[in-house]
């Protein structure tokens, strides 16, 4: 049954965590490099891959943690083929059960924090979820200037990367917008970031690493176009623009300006408890 009519037939308080979960699980063996990693992250357009060992769940590998350590001083000779993905797990993560009630997991996926769940079942993982998986239970009309965050955090084409890559840590956010003389035109995040330390760490010489990390820009590696929506936007056809995108979070423009932001997390919080 297509997944919006039975939302719609059986209610979503009522629905279980295995009708909502992605079962075809892109997981990675921790000894694999991570070169590999990075490859199924490109291909599949995904920023999270659960870690197996001996196909039981040990842990999460994140473009975040990624980013860190191509980042860290302690890493910048060491190219991404020499690293494994069990150097860049996460082995802090939280597991539930298919019967887990959706209700239960809203609780969770509406807060600030982890942006996929692992569904384990005898001790194997047989799904996951994300904030994602959640957007089509966004039914409300409110509208976008009512929910969305306006104090913003911004960065310019010609800022160094690791200048975005500090504000991103320091204030616990995933993306940021990149604004010229006031206009939008672009976003970066770690996912950009982590695939920009890759390359120089491929293209560069040791010798050379070191200086072309600190002097990367934001306008080298940000995403283009970016795309935006308007504070009159309601909350609804927001979540359906960033399902069918496939995006984390949308500037919101005004009369040409940056007025705010918005994020799966904020729509979540739409959904009545």
């Known amino acids: 049954m297509n997944f919006v009519i039975k939302l719609f037939t059986k209610g979503w308080n009522n629905m279980k965590v295995k009708e909502v979960m992605a079962k075809n699980v892109i997981t990675v063996d921790k000894d694999v490099d991570l070169k590999y990693v990075l ?28 980013a860190y350590k191509l980042g860290s001083i ?21 597991c539930i059960s298919p019967d887990t009630s959706v209700k239960t997991i809203l609780k969770k996926v509406g807060k600030p924090g982890p942006t996929m769940l692992c569904i384990v079942e005898n001790n194997s993982l047989v799904g996951v979820v994300t904030k994602a998986d959640f957007l089509p239970f ?4 409110q509208r976008v200037r009512e929910i969305m965050k306006k104090k913003l955090h911004t960065v310019s084409p010609d800022d160094r990367v690791i200048h975005a890559r ?8 995933s993306r940021l917008p ?50 935006w929506t308007e ?13 069918k995108k496939n995006l984390g979070a949308l500037p919101i423009i005004e009369n040409g300006k940056l007025v705010g932001i918005i994020s799966r997390t904020d729509l979540l919080n739409t959904i009545p408890r």
């Open 166 to 173: 500090r504000i991103i840590i320091d204030e616990d956010i």
């Open 138 to 141: 966004v039914d409300s009309k």
């Open 39 to 66: 490859h199924l992250m490109k291909k599949h357009e995904i920023t999270k891959i659960p870690v197996v060992e001996d196909k039981k769940l040990i842990g999460m590998v994140t473009d975040n943690i990624i």
């Open 74 to 94: 302690r890493k910048r000779g060491v190219p991404a083929s020499r690293l494994h993905a069990s150097s860049v797990t996460d082995k802090e993560i939280e």
């Open 231 to 243: 504070p009159n936007m309601t909350a609804s056809d927001t979540a359906s623009i960033m399902l």
């Open 178 to 227: 990149v604004v010229d003389q006031g206009t939008l035109v672009g976003m970066i995040s770690d996912n950009e970031i982590v695939f920009a330390l890759a390359k120089v760490k491929r293209s560069f010489p040791l010798g050379r690493q070191k200086h072309r990390l600190d002097e990367l820009l934001v306008k080298d590696v940000m995403k283009t176009p970016a795309i």
